[in-house]
């Protein structure tokens, strides 16, 4: 049973998990979306939409909670002064998981996360 799992492993310990979730988070800030497996892309929504909901209100607190989350200030300040502005009256929903075709490969099931304008 998946008693108290909010998140998933994806097949990593907990250090890796967290190198791979920041590195995820970097890219699709940086470039405003980024191709993936699903499962990841599902997941990266579970950390980058409190973040942007952080980010709307721009306080030197948010900014440093944001910063130490991503790993990246360059990235951070990208979320807070372009991103979010343009979210301001969403309330939620950020991110759209777009389903790509499978990867030649390994099969393994690909998708887009990309912000929604």
Do not use: C, W
């Not at 993936?36 to 409190?50: D, H, M, N, S, V």
């Not at 372009?82 to 790509?100: E, F, M, N, Q, S």
């Amino acid at each position: 049973m998946r008693h108290h799992e909010k998140y998933k492993t994806l097949g990593r310990e907990k250090g890796q998990r967290t190198a791979l979730v920041r590195s995820l988070l970097r890219s699709l800030v940086i470039h405003g979306g980024i191709t993936t497996t699903e499962t990841r892309a599902k997941e990266l929504r579970k950390y980058i939409e409190p973040l942007v909901t952080k980010a709307k209100t721009d306080s030197l607190a948010n900014r440093r909670l944001i910063s130490s989350r991503i790993g990246d200030p360059k990235a951070a300040k990208k979320l807070v002064e372009v991103i979010a502005p343009a979210h301001k009256t969403r309330t939620g929903g950020y991110t759209r998981v777009v389903k790509l075709p499978l990867r030649k490969a390994d099969g393994a099931k690909m998708a887009h996360i990309q912000f929604v304008s």
